[in-house]
Nanobody, 122 residues
Framework: QVQLVESGGGLVQAGGSLRLSCAAT????????MGWFRQAPGKEREFVAR????????GYADSVKGRFTVSRDNAKNTVYLEMNRLSPDDTAVYYC???????????????WGQGTQVTVSS
């Protein structure tokens, strides 16, 4: 039983940066793998990044690799997504997710936040 709340979204110019946060409830946060997904208007939800429960293993979609960094602070029950060199193609609602599997597939996650809007202007 986990509740997730994203924050940190907003409007940013192309080339800029944002850091998203996902705050989780629950004493067992450290046992969950975490993922970041995004969904743009008219498009399917897509995988962005994932991080294992211990924070050691990380993975990224090809479209963001080298620009985005996922991290977590288990003591604060929080996962982060640092986004750099943003482009209009990154405009989407960003969601964090928690699950028992270290996966890129959205349907394999168990809990989801409400999302936070990221808009990148050109």
């Amino acid at each position: 039983q986990v509740q997730l709340v994203e924050s940190g979204g907003g409007l940013v110019q192309a080339g800029g940066s944002l850091r998203l946060s996902c705050a989780a409830t629950g004493r067992t946060f450290s046992s969950y793998h975490m993922g970041w997904f995004r969904q743009a208007p008219g498009k399917e939800r897509e995988f962005v990044a994932r991080i294992g429960s211990s924070g050691v293993i990380r993975g990224y979609a090809d479209s963001v690799k080298g620009r985005f960094t996922v991290s977590r602070d288990n003591a604060k029950n929080t996962v982060y997504l640092e986004m750099n060199r943003l482009s209009p193609d990154d405009t989407a609602v960003y969601y964090c997710a928690a699950g028992r599997l270290f996966t890129t597939i959205s349907g394999q996650y168990d809990y989801w936040g409400q999302g936070t809007q990221v808009t990148v202007s050109s």
